[in-house]
């Protein structure tokens, strides 16, 4: 059990560098700027998220002797109110995310947009949302920037 956490944590970890190795553009050079309150509310929601979230499948798979993801999702169809939340959140997860990020990340001009829904699959839906959305804001300051300084 402790593997699979540990597998799933590295990808993580992994799908997380691919979405910045991607977008490193935004990060170096000081074309963008440094980090605004706008993005620091966005990271700090996704590490809060990620924090929590883990804790929670740490003790999932802790807690349970088939863990795994048909199981999980199994268990998120415990009773109404959790029916509700977990046909939202399925939805979101699955349908909407992937549309959402690709179709409006690849007209924002973010790389590799695709990897916020594999993010999400190994890290939490907050958190692959919260750096959709530092990422998307740092690319419309970067669409912002004089084309000759985006390029020094």
């Known amino acids: 059990m402790t593997r699979s956490l540990i597998f799933f944590g590295v990808l993580g970890i992994l799908s997380t560098a691919v979405a910045f190795a991607a977008n490193r ?3 170096s050079g000081g074309t963008v700027g440094r980090v605004r309150p706008l993005e620091v509310a966005y990271y700090a929601a996704g ?3 990620l924090a929590i979230g883990w804790y929670c499948n ?3 798979v802790h807690a349970t002797a088939n863990a795994s993801y048909v199981n999980y999702t199994k268990m998120l169809f415990t009773n109404w109110a959790a029916d ?3 046909q939202d959140y399925t939805i979101v997860n699955v349908v909407l995310l992937p549309l ?5 990340g690849r007209r924002a001009g973010l790389r590799a947009a695709w990897i916020f829904f594999v993010m999400s699959l190994f890290t939490s839906l907050a958190f692959a949302v919260a750096m959709y959305l530092a990422f998307a804001e740092r690319q ?4 912002q920037v004089p084309a000759a300084s985006s390029t020094a």
């Open 140 to 143: 419309r300051r970067f669409a």
């Open 100 to 104: 959402w990020t690709i179709v409006e």
């Open 47 to 49: 590490v809060a998220s």
């Open 84 to 86: 509700s939340a977990a």
């Open 25 to 27: 553009r935004l990060f």
């Open 58 to 60: 740490v003790r999932y």
